[in-house]
C-alpha cells in the first residue's frame, strides 16, 4: 500500500511539473 501511495504521489508530482511549465510557456 505504501509504494502505491508513493507512486501516485510522483505521478500527482509529475502532472503538477507539466502544468506548470504550460503555464510558462504560455506565459511568453
Request: hydrophobic share 45%; net charge positive.
Amino acid at each position: 500500500v505504501i509504494f502505491k501511495k508513493r507512486l501516485n504521489l510522483l505521478f500527482i508530482d509529475s502532472i503538477r511539473n507539466i502544468l506548470y511549465r504550460i503555464e510558462k510557456e504560455s506565459e511568453i
